[in-house]
């Protein structure tokens, strides 16, 4: 009997063959394939203790509600003394400092430090252009990508603390009342 059996392993391996040839097959897939792997890398070397003594970052007090031109942003890069690292998303500054393996100097998304990370996560790119030095008022952008955008606003406002708005050219910054930063600071407290 020449035929194969369905089962017999042999119609498994030709699939697995296909999926092959899919992902190999062409320097678009491969390049893709390569950027996937050292993200991965990345993300579980940031996960990986260092040292024989794992010393916990004493956690930064609050930033005081307040919102930032694109210069302002710059300065919360992670590089500073303090480490401290904000993004803005979709107009919305976020203090991502307890995400720092992620956003801090080294890591995956290191280059949105200090930046609005908005076209780039809309675009799914990592590439510098995706990162405007002028403020980006992303009016080009398609409804999907607008959608993507908002969506990872609110996943940033569910896991990071939200401390004010990215101003346009010639915006005047709000006056938030110490009240407000009270709230703020319970929001802190249910988010822990
Ligand atoms: C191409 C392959 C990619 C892979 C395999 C990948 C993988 C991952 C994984 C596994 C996580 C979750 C890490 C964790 O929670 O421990 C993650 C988070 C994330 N990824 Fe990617 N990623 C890729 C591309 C991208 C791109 C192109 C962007 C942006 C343009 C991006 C932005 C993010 C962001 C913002 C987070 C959330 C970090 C946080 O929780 O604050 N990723 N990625």
Known sequence: ???????????????????CYELFGSPLNLALLAICGFLIYKIIASRRPTGPTIAKEPELPPLKKQDFTLEQLR?????????????????????????????????????????????????????EDALKSEYDDLSDLNSLQMESVREWEMQFQ????YVGKLLKPGEQPTEYSDTEDEEKTDTEKKAE
């Open 158 to 161: 569910e896991k990071y603390v």
């Open 1 to 19: 009997m020449a035929d194969s059996a369905p089962g017999d392993g042999q119609g498994e391996g030709s699939l697995v063959v296909r999926i």
């Open 75 to 127: 300065e919360y890069d992670g590089k500073g003394s303090d480490g401290r690292v904000l993004i803005a998303v979709n107009g919305k500054v976020f203090d991502v400092t307890r995400g720092k393996r992620f956003y801090g100097p080294g890591g995956p998304y290191g280059l949105f430090a200090g930046h609005d990370a908005s076209r780039a996560l809309a675009t799914f790119s990592l590439g």
